[in-house]
Each structure stands twice: as structure tokens, then as C-alpha cells.
């Protein structure tokens, strides 16, 4: 039931942007200190990173629940994995893994 009601809300959020389209667009992910797509598969493939569905795997470990969306950030000390997740409960947590390692680092 919670998971229908999450849905739904994404489902208003996704309409309510579809109705402010013709605004201005957003700003790319760079600017927020993320990396896109490109830029995540080329950490990867260099090994200087664990796979995004590793810090998945970490972060259900450490905190449960379903994993919403996850990104790629520059943290404080290097990359991390800014997962958000939403719990059984109906709680939704922000989990932080250090992308180098895969060790959760911080869960909210």
C-alpha cells in the first residue's frame, strides 16, 4: 500500500513536470557535483570505482528497503554513491556510500 501511494506521488511529481516543460530546463547534473552517465561508466571501466549495483547491495544491507534512486556526487573525501531509499515503513533514507570502496558511510 505505501509502495502504491510512493508511486503515485512519482507519478504526480513526473505530470507536474510534464505541465512546466515549456520553462526553463534544468540544470545539468554537473553543476550539482554529480556525474553523468558517461562520466560514471568511465570510473567504472578504470576501476577507480565499485558498480553502482554494489553500493545498492551495501546500502540494502546496511538500511533495508528499496532503493529509489542513487547518483554518483563528489563528496568531501572523494566520490560517493548518494543513494535514497524508501523503507517498508514508509521511511525514506538517504545512504551514502563511499564509492571507492562500497562501505556505507553515512545513513539519514
Not at 549495483?53 to 568531501?76: P, Q
Request: charged fraction near 30%; hydrophobic fraction near 50%.
Amino acid at each position: 500500500m505505501l509502495r502504491a501511494a510512493f508511486l503515485g506521488a512519482l507519478a504526480m511529481g513526473a505530470t507536474m513536470a510534464a505541465a512546466h516543460a515549456d520553462e526553463k530546463p534544468a540544470a545539468p547534473e554537473r553543476r550539482s557535483g554529480c556525474l553523468n552517465e558517461a562520466e560514471i561508466r568511465d570510473e567504472v571501466a578504470a576501476r577507480r570505482i565499485v558498480t553502482q549495483m554494489a553500493a545498492l547491495r551495501a546500502a540494502r544491507a546496511a538500511a533495508g528497503g528499496e532503493a529509489v534512486r542513487a547518483r554518483l556526487c563528489h563528496g568531501e573525501d572523494g566520490l560517493v554513491y548518494a543513494i535514497t531509499a524508501l523503507k517498508r515503513d514508509g521511511k525514506v533514507l538517504r545512504i551514502d556510500v563511499d564509492a571507492a570502496t562500497g562501505r556505507v558511510i553515512d545513513r539519514n
